[in-house]
């Protein structure tokens, strides 16, 4: 079975940053596109970032643009997100979600492409 | 950005009832369009993609359909599982946005 785990959520103070990990298993990791989507307490999802496969192609919500990284190791079957500069509307449960399909240059999107398995979460809770 | 909108933004509804969800995109997005369940504390699960393909695995009483901008998540008869949050979301281009979610809870 297809297993996304998430790790490295936390409380964090404004403007601090924190690290979020991603174990993918059970699938060829090098083989998909992953995203990152947000959740805020009590509040509807929102998509954060995509990474292709090779990590040729990266996207970011405009809401986290200079300020959160995403990267991959496909070696270590693992995705990251380095979040800097930490606002207290970041904070949420942020979901990693395998992708099918693929985004190419200028954002446009093929597959069709849609998240077809996400890891339970890790909360991210940015407060003084 | 392309916006999503769903209607309603919650439904109160009894078990073996028919349901029916809308979610409207700002523009056109071809079949680009995916449904999401959700339960509470739960991650996300994949109902339906490209507006009318059933996921592996979903009951065959949830269909998708619509082209364009006008999109319709169906649940034919509806069971007591199926109490939850529903989220559209295109898949045309980034940033990939979701619609704000309709609540689904038992009359």
């Known amino acids: 079975e297809v297993q996304l785990v998430e790790s490295g959520g936390g409380l964090v103070q404004p403007g601090g940053s924190l690290r979020l990990s991603c174990a993918a298993s059970?699938?060829?990791?090098?083989?998909?596109?992953i995203n990152w989507v947000r959740q805020a307490p009590g509040k509807g999802l929102e998509w954060v970032s995509y990474?292709?496969?090779?990590?040729?192609?990266?996207y970011y919500a405009d809401s986290v643009k200079g300020r959160f990284t995403i990267s991959r190791d496909n070696a270590k079957n693992s995705l990251f997100l380095q979040m800097n500069s930490l606002r207290p509307e970041d904070t949420a449960v942020y979901y990693c979600?395998?992708?099918?399909?693929?985004?190419?240059?200028?954002?446009?999107?093929?597959?069709?492409?849609?998240?077809?398995?996400w890891g339970q979460g890790t909360l991210v809770t940015v407060s003084s | 950005d392309i916006q999503m909108t769903q209607s309603p933004s919650s439904l109160s509804a009894s078990v073996g009832d028919r349901v029916t969800i809308t979610c409207r995109a700002s523009?056109?997005?071809?079949?680009?369009l995916n449904w999401y369940q959700q339960k509470p504390g739960k991650a996300p699960e994949l109902l339906i993609y490209?507006?009318?393909s059933v996921q592996s695995g979903v009951p065959s009483r949830f269909s998708g359909s619509g082209s364009g901008t006008d999109f319709t998540l169906t649940i034919s008869s509806l069971q007591p599982e199926d109490f939850a949050t529903y989220f559209c979301?295109?898949?045309?281009?980034?940033?990939?946005?979701f619609g704000g979610g309709t609540k689904v809870e038992i009359k």
């Open positions: 979600a395998r992708g099918i399909g693929y985004c190419r240059g200028g954002g446009a999107c093929y597959g069709p492409t849609r998240f077809d398995y």
């Open positions: 059970e699938f060829t990791f090098s083989d998909y596109s």
């Open positions: 990474i292709s496969s090779s990590d040729n192609f990266i």
């Open positions: 523009q056109r997005i071809n079949s680009n």
């Open positions: 490209a507006a009318s």
């Open positions: 979301q295109q898949s045309y281009n980034t940033p990939l946005t």
